[in-house]
Each structure stands twice: as structure tokens, then as C-alpha cells.
T-cell receptor
């Protein structure tokens, strides 16, 4: 298995632009998580899905952030409009609760810089 | 108060030293405890997990959970330069799948 795949690896954009981050979870995993990591705040859960349905989006900081999971193999996190304070590393992770795997598998992350 | 507290370090030790990494938590409902290792510019990877209280050993790594004190530890014996990374603790409740993470401790093992 190729693991959790995120794209792009790096994104530099200007303030006010729309940013779309993409994630392909591990096949068969029924949970998908989006996290944001900064030095100051560590890993923050933004939203998670179970069987493609959003379960908890209380971590989404503002209406500028939205996430979708149109099918079991693809999810997007969109920021519109982007702001410099959105600069962070965004991780996608997936897990399979039912098979007894208690941890998540993380992707390599997308490093977002908003200038 | 954050649900999971972890000293961010940084921690610097000589090669061969025993390393102790710790987290405290406030939610007594947490039952599953994990340690993740994160190398620079990589995603976190699961290192060890334990259920409820007790110890678990895997090679040079030992995870301990003391639920009465709400305190978990990760010990690394005979530390190696390749252990240099950020270590994050994580935990969750029974019946829930969302993990609560510590902020991570950055460890450097000096050859």
C-alpha cells in the first residue's frame, strides 16, 4: 500500500487566493482526519469523516475553511480566501477503527505558505 | 487547560543515554495511549500504543501508563542519533476515534 497520499507537498500562495489541499486515504480505511500543525499550537484537529460523512468539524477555524469527501478514496480541504495566519503544515490521516488499528496513518503533509 | 500536556523540550542527550519523555492528561475517560515519532518534514508515525494501565516494551522502547496519576511515559534505552525526532503522545476514549495529541517533545541524540 502506498500509504496516505497528500498533494501538493508545498504550496505558496498570495493572500486572498483560494487554496485546495488533496488527500487519498489508505484503501479500506473508513476514517479520514485533517490536522493542522504549527510550532505554537502543535497538531490541531480540523475535521474528520467516517464513511465519507463529516462527523466533527468543530476544529475548522472559520467559514473560510471547508472540507469534502466525495468518495472513499478522496478528500479536499479548501481555504478561501487564504490569509498569512493560515501558514502551517496540513496533514491528512486515515484509520480503520473496525479492524482494531488504534492509531492513524498520516500522510507526509502539505506545507502551506501564504504571503 | 489543554486535555493533553507535553513538555516541548528541546531535549538533547548523548548517544547511549536513557531518554524519558512524558505527558499528563486531564480526561479520566482516556483508555488508549499512543506515542508517535515525527522526523523533520515528515508526517507522524505510530511508534507504540497501550491500552489502559501498565507497561509495554518493544525493543529499546518502553511505554508506561499510570492512570491513577494521569501520566504516561516513553523510555528509550541506548538512544541512537537516528532517534532524533519529535515525539508526540496521543490518546483517546473508548468508543471514540478522534485522538488528542500533545504538542510534542523535540529530541536530539548527539553522537
Amino acid at each position: 500500500d502506498a500509504g496516505v497520499i497528500q498533494s501538493p507537498r508545498h504550496e505558496v500562495t498570495e493572500m486572498g487566493q483560494e487554496v485546495t489541499l488533496r488527500c487519498k486515504p489508505i484503501s479500506g480505511h473508513d476514517y479520514l482526519f485533517w490536522y493542522r500543525q504549527t510550532m505554537m499550537r502543535g497538531l490541531e484537529l480540523l475535521i474528520y469523516f467516517n464513511n465519507n460523512v463529516p462527523i466533527d468539524d468543530s476544529g475548522m477555524p472559520e467559514d473560510r475553511f471547508s472540507a469534502k469527501m466525495p468518495n472513499a478514496s478522496f478528500s479536499t480541504l479548501k481555504i478561501q480566501p487564504s490569509e498569512p495566519r493560515d501558514s502551517a503544515v496540513y496533514f491528512c490521516a486515515s484509520s480503520s477503527y473496525g479492524t482494531g488499528t488504534y492509531g492513524y496513518t498520516f500522510g507526509s503533509g502539505t506545507r502551506l505558505t501564504v504571503v | 487547560q489543554k486535555e493533553v500536556e507535553q513538555d516541548p523540550g528541546p531535549l538533547s542527550v548523548p548517544e547511549g543515554a536513557i531518554v524519558s519523555l512524558n505527558c499528563t492528561y486531564s480526561n479520566s475517560a482516556f483508555q488508549y495511549f499512543m506515542w508517535y515519532r515525527q522526523y523533520s518534514r515528515k508526517g507522524p508515525e505510530l511508534l507504540m500504543y497501550t491500552y489502559s494501565s501498565g507497561n509495554k516494551e518493544d525493543g529499546r522502547f518502553t511505554a508506561q501508563v499510570d492512570k491513577s496519576s494521569k501520566y504516561i511515559s516513553l523510555f528509550i534505552r541506548d538512544s541512537q542519533p537516528s532517534d532524533s525526532a519529535t515525539y508526540l503522545c496521543a490518546m483517546r476514549r473508548t468508543g471514540a476515534n478522534n485522538l488528542f495529541f500533545g504538542t510534542g517533545t523535540r529530541l536530539t541524540v548527539i553522537p
